[in-house]
Each structure stands twice: as C-alpha cells, then as structure tokens.
C-alpha cells in the first residue's frame, strides 16, 4: 500500500512538525542513551533522530533525498555538535559511519517506504492524489517513473507490476499502459491512474483504496530500488552495529516486511530445523536476538491520528558478538529481475 511515514502536526507559533509512526514503540526498542550513536538511515523529516537527540544520543542522519538534508538545517543548527548529515544512500550506512571516524555505533533505525514530504508534493511525483509530473526519484535523479512506463516492454511491465505491487491484474494493467503510451507517452501521474483505474476498477469493499495504488507502489519500489537498498542496509547494520547495538525497523508494505522478517529470523536462529529423520545440522552463529519478538504495529489511537500508520510494522534485534555475515538479497526475499539503471538482478 502507498504509505507515508511521517505525520504532519500543527505545533505551538503554527509551526508544522513532523512526527513519525511508532515513534513510541521505536523509542523502546532503541532505548537510546547519553553518548550513544545512532545511525538514522532514513533520515527523512528527522522524527527520529530528533527524540534521539533529545536523548542525549550523536546522531547521523542519512538520506538520499536532497530536499531531506536542506530540510534538516534547524535541526543540526540546535545539535551541532549532534547531528551530523550525509547526503547518500542507507545501503552504504556503514560506509557513512566510518567515514566520520565510527568504527561500530550503538543502534540504526530504518523507516522504510516514502514519506509523507514527498507524498504531499505534486512535482516529486509519487501520488496518484496530487497530479503532477510521473517522476518518483527519491534522489532526483536517474531514470523516472515516466521513463519506466514509456520504454519497458510489457511483460517487463507486467512483472514490475506483479512482483512489486502485488497486483492480480499486472498484465491487463501493462497492456492498457502500452496501447496508452502508442498515442501519447505518459507524462503526469493522473494519466497513468486514469488508465489503470479504467482496467482494475473501484473495490465496493474498499472505497478507501484507489485501483492505482498497486501500480504506483511497484513503479516507486522499482524506480528507486527499495527492495535491494532495504536488503543490503541489513547487512550495513550488522556489519557497523556494535555487540549489543540495537537494529529497529519499520516497514509499510509485506514486501519490505517479509525482507526484514526473513533476515532477523536467520540471523537470531540457534539451531537448525528439521525432523528426527533428518541429521542436525551445522547453524552459523547467531548475530542478533530478537528485541521484538514477531512484529508490533500501530495502537488503533495513533491509526485514529494518523491513517497513514495503518500499515506500519516494527521489527527489532540486538547484535551479538558474532561476526557480520554475507548477505544473498535475494534468499532474502528481493525478486529476481532484469536490469534497468542497475537495480536488477
């Protein structure tokens, strides 16, 4: 589902800040102490990273999304000493931290999907809502949503749309794309929801959701390359947080969630599965135990608040001594697809 991960609040002087989903249950799971560093990967409107701050904690704040780092000025002008801002991808987290002298830190926090800023603002480009150019680049650059949908071949089409956006009627979909774009290329997002609002149609059980929602999601996830980012900002975190760091996620839609899932599963496991026909078998060590064991989600008064977190689940560890080991992003739960500007695979 198209989520957004921030909420906007009117605060004392009219001022509009920005509070993230489950900040109360992400604050539990860091537990975030004076002295501490923590990694916000997906830095995003500083929700986040500003409780951490006030916690006491140094906190770097990375995001790909240049409008995120200019947006994050107030902020490091209160905590200068606190906050220090790289503008890159939450992949390379680890890469980050030691380039500003860290060699191992006490805790990362993902918040994965889009977030409500970009949402809410027609050039980006991400919503169907808000008509505006067919963009949905998290870095403002490279190839667009636009460029996906007027140059892919239709089964190429039909997979992203499949795979992606979970989305049963991905090749009627792809098909009304491609006789669409014969006549005129898609340039806004409300000609690209107009055509597959037409093919999928309203759900009476769901007048809630718009039929373009699937389609839209599966352009940004692929665009962007979320499913791979969020796979190997796993294997960042373990590789950077330190013996008792703590690892706390939250996801928005079951593709991401299934990634994290599956990773906190195979890196807390201690011993093998199987059955007394089988012989035991060899498990790496354990690098992680569960912090939040399974999954915990938004109460029913932050969904009355702030519909958006309707979706959100959290998910958390705590990093063992063991060492980091390699990640097959794939065994991890990111589909298998073609190249385009590098994200396949």
Same mark, same amino acid.
């Given at each position: 589902?198209?989520?957004?991960?921030?909420?906007?609040?009117?605060?004392?002087?009219? $001022?509009?800040?920005?509070?993230?989903?489950?900040?109360?249950?992400?604050?539990?799971?860091?537990?975030?102490?004076?002295?501490?560093?923590?990694?916000?990967?997906?830095?995003?409107?500083?929700?986040?990273?500003?409780?951490?701050?006030?916690?006491?904690?140094?906190?770097?704040?990375?995001?790909?999304?240049?409008?995120?780092?200019?947006?994050?000025?107030?902020?490091?002008?209160?905590?200068?000493? %606190?906050?220090?801002?790289?503008?890159?991808?939450?992949?390379?987290?680890?890469?980050?931290? %030691?380039?500003?002298?860290?060699?191992?830190?006490?805790?990362?926090?993902?918040?994965?999907?889009?977030?409500?800023?970009?949402?809410?603002?027609?050039?980006?480009?991400?919503?169907?809502?808000?008509?505006?150019?067919?963009?949905?680049?998290?870095?403002?650059?490279?190839?667009?949503?636009?460029?996906?949908?007027?140059?892919?071949?239709?089964?190429?089409?039909?997979?992203?749309?499949?795979?992606?956006?979970?989305?049963?009627?991905?090749?009627?979909?792809?098909?009304?794309?491609?006789?669409?774009?014969?006549?005129?290329?898609?340039?806004?997002?409300?000609?690209?929801?107009?055509?597959?609002?037409?093919?999928?149609?309203?759900?009476?059980?769901?007048?809630?959701?718009?039929?373009?929602?699937?389609?839209?999601?599966?352009?940004?996830?692929?665009?962007?390359?979320? $499913?791979?980012?969020?796979?190997?900002?796993?294997?960042?975190?373990?590789?950077?947080?330190?013996?008792?760091?703590?690892?706390?996620?939250?996801?928005?839609?079951?593709?991401?969630?299934?990634?994290?899932?599956?990773?906190?599963?195979?890196?807390?496991?201690?011993?093998?599965?199987?059955?007394?026909? $089988?012989?035991?078998?060899?498990?790496?060590?354990?690098?992680?135990?569960?912090?939040?064991?399974?999954?915990?989600?938004?109460?029913?008064?932050?969904?009355?608040?702030?519909?958006?977190?309707?979706?959100?689940?959290?998910?958390?560890?705590?990093?063992?001594?063991?060492?980091?080991?390699?990640?097959?992003?794939?065994?991890?739960?990111?589909?298998?697809?073609?190249?385009?500007?590098?994200?396949?695979?």
């Amino acid at each position: 589902m198209m989520t957004g991960r921030d909420v906007k609040k009117e605060v004392a002087g009219g $001022l509009t800040r920005h509070i993230p989903v489950l900040l109360e249950r992400v604050m539990q799971a860091m537990n975030p102490q004076e002295g501490e560093v923590i990694i916000d990967g997906t830095f995003g409107a500083g929700g986040y990273s500003r409780a951490f701050l006030e916690a006491g904690a140094t906190v770097i704040g990375v995001d790909r999304d240049p409008d995120a780092i200019a947006g994050a000025a107030d902020l490091v002008a209160a905590y200068p000493d %606190r906050l220090l801002m790289v503008h890159g991808q939450f992949v390379d987290i680890d890469s980050h931290a %030691r380039e500003l002298g860290f060699d191992a830190v006490d805790g990362v926090v993902m918040d994965l999907g889009v977030s409500s800023m970009q949402l809410d603002q027609a050039e980006r480009g991400f919503s169907f809502r808000n008509d505006g150019p067919l963009d949905m680049r998290m870095e403002q650059d490279g190839p667009s949503a636009a460029d996906v949908v007027n140059t892919l071949q239709q089964k190429d089409l039909t997979r992203i749309i499949g795979l992606l956006g979970e989305e049963k009627k991905a090749s009627s979909v792809a098909h009304a794309i491609c006789r669409a774009r014969d006549e005129k290329p898609f340039e806004r997002t409300s000609e690209l929801a107009h055509v597959v609002e037409k093919v999928v149609g309203r759900n009476p059980k769901k007048p809630g959701i718009h039929p373009a929602t699937r389609t839209f999601q599966a352009l940004r996830i692929y665009v962007n390359g979320e $499913l791979h980012q969020a796979a190997g900002a796993l294997a960042a975190a373990e590789r950077i947080l330190k013996p008792g760091g703590r690892l706390v996620v939250v996801t928005f839609h079951s593709l991401e969630d299934r990634i994290v899932k599956r990773f906190l599963a195979d890196r807390c496991k201690t011993r093998a599965g199987g059955s007394r026909h $089988l012989p035991e078998q060899d498990v790496p060590p354990a690098t992680f135990e569960f912090v939040v064991k399974g999954n915990q989600d938004a109460s029913e008064a932050e969904v009355a608040a702030n519909p958006r977190a309707r979706s959100a689940r959290l998910r958390a560890g705590r990093r063992l001594a063991a060492p980091a080991r390699e990640l097959d992003i794939h065994e991890a739960g990111v589909p298998r697809l073609f190249e385009f500007r590098g994200l396949g695979g």
